[in-house]
């Protein structure tokens, strides 16, 4: 599959120079389609301090279609979901915006200035951006709560979310 | 609601469906539509009114075929195209951009056109044919191949990449996303859209139509006045100027060569006389309450009298219980015979006098039995338009016996495919009655309008009863059927003309707050 050669090259890339507070290895070393991230809540942002699972999973058409995202570490977050899937928003992953020519690094970077700047907007959780709208001091007690709940200690990437997230980039191989 | 599409018949009432006749052959003659203008806000409905008198319900609309419509598409685009001095490919590309807005675009181009090409995705750099090409020691960015006498493309940006990547590209984005008027140079951030004749040298030949298909159908997703018919396998599109926000005064009920009669107002089956924002509450409700709704639609019952259970197979609520003989009315359960008088009521809910409702759960009790009244009705003929139907499938089978057993010839037997035609289109308006009445409020005009279901209701029963003879009877019941089909089109018309006038005029007081929100937003789903 042509897709290798890319994946190899930005795998490389990302783990020689890997991108700010970020280290990322192979969820399993014969598969290059599932990635896990660990990124460090940037600091001055209410996620300082903490350590999210992220796991990237590349579909077979990888770099034609977008990789999917998911937190596996639980975040308070407008824009991921507050659950066990972690499911986030981001405007570069979506069909209409995502390029082939896109970076793996810029995905990466995006869930970053995420972490750093919410997006109110466009949330996945409307609750929490009303909260953060409206009662930013509440939000932050709330989402440094979570940290301390659930993004200390050593980063598990959850079994079943790992499955769950991996799925659509199945029966990828050759 | 049903969605089988023949539901609904393309000759049910010659005399209400108007195409318009004359003008119907070409487009770009219509004297009624400047096809390039956004058209005037309200020109699909006064002006029609005032020029053809028409009856107050019907509407004016077109029906263009795939040909049709390819064609208007080229002719804006020859015009864009000599007027601006710019490709062809360029002012299809601005055209779409604009939403098919020929004048904007114009305006706008003569203004800033530099602006205007960023916008649409084109950038200006030396225009020359797209082609492919060998670069030494080009490595493609997308897969990330060097190998020597690798093919790429670029188009004008000179974002390059190699073909292999460009075509896979192209084929995500046509046959999987469905994507064609606004695709992208593949190079991240760049908003340079490729055009179709880069693609045509890209991709392979059903690809490409493919994606010509697709860009023809921006044209008609791109206006307000068009929108796709929705029966399966129609390439047709209808243009009407009623908009979204005339749509508490009109229920534009437009019909479409294939047959198909729709609303062109929320694409659903036709639903006169009731305006869609009440359909859409209607149908919600129906869901919501689904379980009742199971209940109701069951296709047997028990005799009032006897106990038997009664099957109905045909449309005709006038039942007969085989056992004891009973005569009763499928809907209410009363006795038939009261009918057929001048104080038959079964249209009509009683509301029980106030002092048996007076807490909650009496009133709560009251509001089901009034939903219940007209969910039943409603839900009826909708079935027994389905079984009128199925009738007459089976008699079809039978005019060829009937042709040889009396002589008569094909074009005499067609009153039973009209009698046929009229019971499916006044049994879809009289469902629809029953959804409208729920929320009208009591008053003269509410009067006035079950008096009007009543008689449609009471001359579809009739026929409909007719229309269960056994074959052998059918033929001496030729006339009176012939009077009584058009008896029946002839009630839908005053009521669906009254409804119409009064909509139109806000005549109506409805028990439920309208707040001209019922069309569904986004492109028109399609297949
Ligand atoms: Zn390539
Ligand atoms: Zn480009
Ligand atoms: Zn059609
Ligand atoms: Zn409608
Ligand atoms: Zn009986
Ligand atoms: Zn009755």
């Known amino acids: 599959m042509a897709s290798q050669k890319r994946i190899a090259k930005e795998l490389a890339d990302c783990t020689t120079n890997p991108p700010a507070g970020m280290s990322i290895s192979l969820a399993n070393d014969s598969d290059v389609h599932k990635w896990h991230v660990v990124l460090d809540g940037p600091p001055d942002s209410v996620y300082a301090g903490g350590k999210f699972g992220i796991i990237v999973s590349l579909p077979s058409e990888y770099p034609f279609k977008a990789p999917v995202v998911t937190f596996a570490t639980r975040i308070y977050h407008p824009n991921i979901t507050n659950d066990s899937l972690g499911n986030i928003c981001l405007s570069i992953l979506k069909p209409e915006n995502w390029k082939p020519a896109s970076r793996l690094l810029a995905v990466l970077e995006a869930v970053r200035a995420l972490l750093i700047e919410p997006q109110p907007d466009d949330p996945l959780e409307g609750r929490i951006a009303d909260e953060y709208r409206r009662e930013r001091k509440e939000f932050e007690k709330n989402a440094k709560t979570y940290v301390t709940r659930y993004a200390k200690g050593p980063v598990k990437f959850d079994v079943l979310a790992a499955a769950a997230a991996a799925a659509p980039a199945s029966n990828t191989s050759s | 609601m049903d969605s089988d599409d023949d ?38 409905m006064s002006k029609d009114f005032e020029r053809k008198k028409k009856v107050a319900y019907d509407i004016s609309f077109k029906v263009f075929q795939p040909t049709d419509i390819q064609r208007q598409q080229d002719e804006l685009v020859n015009e864009v195209n000599m007027i601006l001095d710019i490709s062809k490919e360029e002012a299809a590309i601005l055209l779409r951009h604009f939403r098919w807005n020929k004048e904007r675009l114009i305006e706008d181009y003569m203004d800033r056109p530099h602006q205007v090409l960023e916008a649409a995705g084109l950038a200006q750099t030396a225009a020359r044919l797209p082609r492919l090409e060998t670069i030494p020691g080009f490595v493609c960015d997308i897969c990330c191949e060097d190998e020597e006498g690798l093919q790429s493309f670029a188009i004008k940006c000179g974002h390059r990449y190699c073909v292999d990547c ?126 009742t709704a199971n209940w109701i639609s069951a296709n047997t019952k028990e005799c009032p009298k006897c106990n038997s259970t009664i099957e109905k197979n045909g449309g005709c609520n006038h039942m007969t219980c085989r056992k004891c003989k009973h005569e009763f009315c499928w809907m209410c359960m009363g006795l038939w015979s009261e009918h057929g008088t001048s104080w038959y009521s079964c249209n009509r809910f009683e509301e029980k006098s106030g002092t048996d409702a007076r807490d909650a759960q009496a009133k709560s009790r009251v509001s089901l039995e009034r939903y219940l009244h007209y969910y039943n009705r409603y839900a009826n003929h909708e079935q027994s338009a389905r079984l009128d139907k199925n009738i007459y499938i089976k008699t079809e089978q039978k005019m060829v016996q009937l042709q040889k057993e009396s002589g008569m010839s094909w074009i005499e037997v067609q009153y039973l495919n009209a009698a046929s035609q009229a019971l499916q289109t006044c049994r879809q308006t009289l469902m629809w009655t029953y959804a409208f009445a729920f929320y009208l409020a009591r008053n003269n005009l509410t009067e006035i309008f079950e008096d009007n279901q009543k008689d449609l209701e009471m001359a579809v029963e009739a026929l409909s009863g007719m229309f269960e003879k056994p074959v052998s009877e059918l033929s001496n019941v030729k006339v009176e059927m012939l009077d009584k089909t058009s008896y029946c089109n002839k009630r839908r018309v005053i009521l669906l003309e009254d409804t119409a006038q009064n909509l139109a005029e806000g005549l109506w007081t409805f028990n439920v707050e309208l707040t001209g929100a019922a069309a569904p937003s986004g492109p028109s789903a399609r297949r």
């Open chain 2, 7 to 44: 539901f609904m018949s393309p000759v049910s009432s010659e005399d209400d469906i108007l195409p318009d006749d004359s003008d119907n052959d070409d487009m770009s003659g219509a004297e009624d539509f400047d096809f390039d203008d956004e058209p005037d806000p309200d020109l699909g």
């Open chain 2, 166 to 291: 460009y075509r896979q590209y192209l084929f995500q984005k046509i046959r999987e996303e469905g994507e064609a008027a606004r695709i992208q140079c593949p190079s991240d951030g760049c908003n340079l859209i490729i055009d179709a004749r880069s693609l045509d040298l890209l991709v392979t030949a059903d690809l490409a139509d493919r994606y010509h298909e697709l860009l023809t159908r921006t044209y008609v997703e791109d206006k307000d006045c068009l929108k796709w018919c929705p029966a399966p396998d129609c390439q047709n599109a209808i243009e009407c100027g009623v908009k979204k926000k005339d749509l508490d005064k009109v229920v534009p009920t437009v019909s479409c060569l294939c047959g198909h009669r729709f609303c062109f107002g929320c694409i659903l089956n036709d639903h006169q006389p009731a305006p869609c924002e009440l359909v859409k509450k209607w149908l919600k409700k129906c869901a919501d309450d689904s379980e």
